[in-house]
Structures are given as structure tokens and as C-alpha cells.
């Protein structure tokens, strides 16, 4: 047996290598308990008996399942430390590092109008952020002794912390490494996944990052209530001082907010950030920032709200403006005060002009641009503290007749002019048989009376001689984007619908014989020679200009639109859809195009409500007005950091007078008596110096009434 066995171990290393890796000799037929190979036998599930081919018996079937258990336990370990390595990676692309230093709300805009007058801020206040190393202890210490007592020693999470808020309900299970991931890259979502999402990132940011860069930028973002964003911001905010002047009892209170920065706010609460605040001393007199004798004899601080961040109730022209800001906008810590187009005197007089006129319960929207685009008012509806939505630039509505410009422009791109004959008699044949307002008819009618008159028939005749393809291609080319349907001849009377804000542009495009117009809300910068060579611009012959600038003056002087009729060259066109749905006025003179629309938000009829009526009257009344003050001089410069002006406000109101054809307005300190006199409208003004008629308005009125005597009858 010996022998055998010497034979057997002779060409066998004692762990299964070959003979030339080990000594030669005589081996034991057993080791002795608790030698080193004993040892190897039971980690590797291995066993040699003397009868065994080889050497080697089977393994016993319990050691074997606890290798197979500890090979499993590796196994996953690895798999949770691969996991970990990808997340980690993924974190690294989709949730760049940079991020935690941009603010987490968007910084404040001001907008001025183009004289410097604040129309609207919007955003929070943020100032610049704070350096750890120039604050003192007793600052940081504030924060570290409520928040985070060990973020000093741990990594990001802290388990201990956990453990001590589950047992004692004071203080948060997150570090301050968790909260600047959860507002730096996470949702306020309240779930597990999130939870496991904010401990990952801040194992990331613990990588990445020193202490006092977390410290900072975490202390730059956090949210302090009142808009406050960043400790600086509230520091100068609720005390006045910067940051690195705050007393002990300034930035206990301060740390103190984090919790409920809403609930806390000392300027509403101040009770309750008291109460925080005492809690926040004894924690800082814990931890040694304070002795307790000290943290117990300080005062509460007093603020010093020097001013308050209040924002304005918002106005349409911001609310069409602020998204367009924002999405160009670099995200940074900086303030900005933007110019725009807006002019405070227009948009005063818009704003007078839509109070006064008398709209019952439906609404309107004004928009006042340049040729070139620039929008210098804006009127959204009747009032923008009752109703936000923005008439102008969100509501789409069916422009009527005065999408007739685009058929009558392309008649004459196509070669028509002025004078030349269309049918003028009833559509007897086919689905779409439209009819002329007051069944009015002729065998033949010229182009230029066909606009001014508004004729259905003639302009679906029109439209179907030169076809959608060929009026489509015209709005398209004036800067009209809405949806048009080929083939569809009610396309013509203004069926498709549209934002008025398009509309006014594309009359804008004809006004400055150059289109297409975008409405824009900022000075656009001066174009060089390529940007001209290289634009998709276009314009009209000198012909087919004055053609269609012909037939939108006989609109106003001789058509539907005479209430809009001006002293000086104007041009437009009225539009009233299926119903009394819409009423709309669009037109331009002197430098200015405006369109005007009026009609009820849930689309039901007006009442009897013509584009030719109230709406011709609102855009006549804001022109003159319009006009007269932007050839007034400018008293003086307004204060851009100033009050907010509110001029989506009107600053008068009407007394209903029941049962007769009047309106008692209360304006600038004075009453205001509005009627009609023989269709001569009179406005009685009784202020402080006495009663006065507006001869203005009335010389003005008799003119016109002379001048439309004189007209032959079309």
C-alpha cells in the first residue's frame, strides 16, 4: 500500500500539479487535523482518500453547498459593483457636473419698455454665489449643526443620521450632499426610486467634489422663502448685509428657514422662524459652535426688508415675451434688464382704449406693431387680472373678410388690376353657395369695389378662377403659417383659423412691402450686406404695391371700414365671420399696424357685432390717440429699477347708465360722459376745471360727416 501510494504521490504535486513543481519524497497517508492543506481541503470543497483513483474522493455534499452559496455571494457582489460602475458612468453623461453650479430657479428679468419703464419682472432673486472659506465659523456652523452634523465625515449618505432622525424625529435623514442632488437634478417626486436616484448622485458628487464645493453650492441654491434663492440673496434680502457680516442670531434664523421656507418666511411668520431659530442655537451649542450660556443670550435679530420683491400681476405682451427669454437665455446667477419694443405711451392708450369701449360681456385683443415687426402694444383681452390668456398671440380665431387681402393680392400678382370686372351675381351651382351681406347683387363688380364692398360671391368667383394653390401661396409668402386647406372655396371668406398676432403681420408685410414680417419683442441688430444677400425677403412690384394699397384705402374711405376712417392715408379691411362669431379690424397709417378682434371666448354670436362697427371704432380711436402721443415729446426718463407700471390695468372704469345711449367713465381724475348726438359721438369731460367738450373729437367727427356727404353712392 506504501508502496502505491508512493507512486501515486510521486507524480502528482500534493495539489494536483505536476511531479517537477514539488520535492520528491514520501508523503503521509493523512495530515495532521488542522494543517494548512486540512485548511485548503475545506475552502476548496476538496478531499483525498488513499482508495480513490487519482487520489481524490467526491466531495460531501454539504461542504459543497456552502462553496456553491459563497460562489453566488461573490457573483452578486460583482454584479452590484458592475451595476454601481455603470450608474455611476451614466451619471457622469446625463448628468453633468456642471449643473450643480447653475441656480435652480431661473434669476429675475425685468422688462423695460423702449423709453426704460419696467413693465414686468419675473423670476427669483439670486445673487452671486457664497465662498465657504470667507464665511464665518459661526455661519457654517449654523447650517452644518441643523442639516448635516457629520458632512464632514461621511460620504454623501449618512446612515448613522438616518438611524437618529427615525428614532428621535428631529432633524432629516438627508445630508446636505442628498439635498443639493435632489434640487440639482431631481424632481420634488416623493418615492423610493427617487430616493435610491438622490443617494447614487450624491455618492457621484462625493467623488467628484471637496467638502466646501458641496458646502458652497449648496448654500448658493438652497431656497429661503420670499423668492430667495441662495444664502446671499436672503441674507441681503432679510437683513441687508452680505453673508460674511451675518451676526450668530442672523444665521441661526437663516439655517433655520430650510426646513419650510414658505411656512418660515419671518417676514409673514416670524414667530415661527423664531421658534426655528432658538432650535438651531442649541444644536450649534451642541456641536461647540456656540457655548450655551451664548447660544442662550442672544437676541432674536430684527430685519431689514429694505425692499420687498413684490411681482406684478403680469402682463400679455411679458407673457408672450418671458418663454422666448428664458429659452435663449444662459443660466447664471446674473440679473437682467431687458429693452424692448413695447412703448409705455401706446400701451397706455391701448389700454384706455379697450376700457372704455363698450363690449358688454365679450372680449378683445389689440396688437400694435412697426412695419418691421416690432410689436409697441399689446391688449390681451378686457383684463388680465381676471383672465391671463392672451387673445393675441394663443387664441386662434377665423380671420372673416380680412383674409380677402390674400385672394384680391393674388388676382393681381397674377396680372389683375383695380378696375378689371368680376361676376358679381349669386352662386347658384355647387356645395359652397355663399351670399353677399344684404343680399346684394350686380351682374359685374370692379376689383377695387369688390374689397371695399366686402362681396362673398365675387370673391369666391375669384378665388375659384385663380385657385387655393395660387391664394395659399400668397399668404405663405406674407408669413402666414396656419393651417390652409387646399381646395376648400369657403377658404376665401377666411375659414381657417389664426392668431391675430399672423394676421397683423402679414398686413405689416404689405405695409412695408417686404415680407415676410416676423412680430418680434427686441430691437433685431442691424443686418450686414450678407444677411441681405442671403435673405428668403421678398416684396411687390411697384404696380401690384399700389394696386392692393388702392383697393385697402377704398375698404376704409369708401367701404365697410369708414368708421376707421382717418384725417391722414390709411388703409384696411374688416372682417366678420359665419354668425357674428368674430369681428375684426386690421389696417396701418403712419408707421403703425394694428389689428383689432373682438368676439366671446366660448365662441357663441355677438350681437350683431360687425368688423365695420366696434371693432373699425377701437382701432380708429387707438390710432388717433396713438399717433398724437408719439409725436409728443418725452417728459422724462424712467428709473428702470423702479415700481412695475400696470398697463394691462385700465386706470378708469364705466358706470352702466340704464336705459339710455350713454357711458359715465371715471379717467385721470375726471368724469367722462360719452354718447352720440345725431351720430355725432360727444364726450363731456367735467374735471377740475370745469365742463369741457373734447373739440378735438368733435371737429374731427364733422369733418368726416362733411366728407362722407360728399361721396357719390357707390
Known sequence: MFAWLRKSRSNRAPFGGRKDRVAPGFYATQDPWGSQLDQFDRDFDLDFDDDAEGGFDAPPAKPHRKGRKRRWFVRIVAAILLLFIIAVGWLALTAPLSKSLEPIAPPQITLLASDGTPIARSGANVEAPVDVEKLPEHVVGAFLAIEDRRFYSHWGVDPRGIARAA??????????????????FLTPERSLSRKGQEMLIAFWLEAWLTKDEILERYLSNAYFGDNQYGLRAASLHYFYRQPENLRPEQAAMLAGLLQAPSRLDPT??????????????????????????????????????????????????????????RQDAERSYAKQSLTT?????????????????????AQVALVAMRPTGEVVAMIGGKDYAKSPFNRATQAKRQPGSTFKLFTYLAAIEAGMDPGDRVPNTPIENGSYRPRNAGDRYTETISLEDAFAQSSNVATVRLFNELGSAAVIKT???????????????????????????ELTAAYAGVAANRFPVKPVAFVPEERGWSDWFF??????SSREHAAIERLLRSAVNKGTGRAAALTMPNYGKTGTTQNYRDALFVG???????GVWVGNDDNTPLDRVTGGGLPARIWRDFMVRALSAEAAPVQDVPDPMGPIQPLDVPDNFTIPVDGRDLEVNLRDGSVIISGEADGIPLELIIGEDGISLDQEKLQEALQNRAAEAERPDP
Open 268 to 325: 409673514d411668520n416670524y414667530k415661527g422662524a423664531e421658534a426655528r431659530m432658538r432650535l438651531v442655537l442649541n444644536a450649534m451649542a451642541e456641536e461647540g459652535y456656540l457655548t450655551p450660556e451664548r447660544a442662550a443670550a442672544l437676541p432674536s435679530p430684527r430685519l431689514d426688508v429694505r425692499t420687498r420683491n413684490t411681482l406684478p400681476t403680469g402682463t400679455y405682451f411679458a407673457d408672450w415675451v418671458l418663454p422666448l427669454v
Open 167 to 184: 428614532w428621535t424625529g428631529v432633524g432629516g435623514g438627508s445630508t446636505i450632499t442628498q439635498q443639493l442632488a435632489k434640487f440639482t
Open 588 to 594: 396701418y397709417a403712419g408707421g403703425l399696424v394694428v
Open 475 to 501: 399668404a405663405r409668402n406674407l408669413g402666414v403659417t396656419a393651417e390652409l386647406p387646399v381646395g376648400d372655396p369657403s377658404l376665401a371668406l377666411g375659414t381657417s383659423s389664426m392668431t391675430l398676432l
Open 341 to 361: 419694443t413695447l412703448d409705455a405711451r401706446l400701451q397706455r392708450v391701448a389700454s384706455e382704449v379697450v376700457g372704455r369701449a363698450r363690449l358688454g360681456k
Open 535 to 540: 435673405s428668403d425677403e421678398d416684396s411687390l
